[in-house]
């Protein structure tokens, strides 16, 4: 969660990966500030989909376990320079009709008083798999 010295390291985006994983919400959640951007690998603009704010981030990544109850992101690597940093990490899901998906990406952000402001998230265009 919130860093005390207001500074994230890598423990905090391993924190942030774990919450993913465990599906938890609510500490997905308390790693991101009150006016948290979250800017989707897909969506209609060439940025792909900006959700802004706690409430539509949520939903977002609420859209995301509902898609694939079983997502996982594997293979963490974190890295840091200032209020930057970036997690490199391996998708896995399976959608309710057996499709699945399993492709390599990445998230870059900026952090603000210990925590996550602006997540943007790339990932590798795959063909789903059967």
């Known amino acids: 969660m919130a860093q005390s010295d207001k500074k994230v390291d890598e423990n905090f985006l391993q924190s942030f990966?774990?919450?993913?994983?465990?599906?938890?919400?609510?500490?997905?959640?308390?790693?991101?500030?009150?006016?948290?951007?979250?800017?989707?690998?897909?969506?209609?603009?060439?940025?792909?989909?900006?959700?802004s704010g706690q409430e539509q981030v949520r939903k977002a990544f609420e859209m995301v376990f509902k898609t694939y109850p079983d997502a996982h992101w594997g293979k963490p690597k974190?890295?840091?320079?200032?209020?930057?940093?970036?997690?490199?990490?391996?998708?896995?899901?399976?959608?309710?009709?057996?499709t699945k998906v399993?492709?390599?990406?990445?998230d870059l952000f900026t952090f603000r008083d210990g925590k996550i402001a602006i997540k943007n998230s790339y990932r590798k265009n795959r063909q789903m798999l059967k």
């Open 17 to 51: 990966a774990d919450a993913f994983n465990a599906h938890d919400l609510n500490a997905v959640m308390a790693h991101m500030t009150d006016d948290c951007v979250f800017e989707a690998s897909a969506g209609p603009d060439a940025n792909g989909e900006k959700f």
């Open 78 to 98: 974190h890295f840091i320079s200032g209020n930057r940093g970036f997690s490199e990490w391996l998708f896995t899901g399976t959608k309710a009709d057996g």
């Open 102 to 106: 399993e492709v390599t990406g990445c």
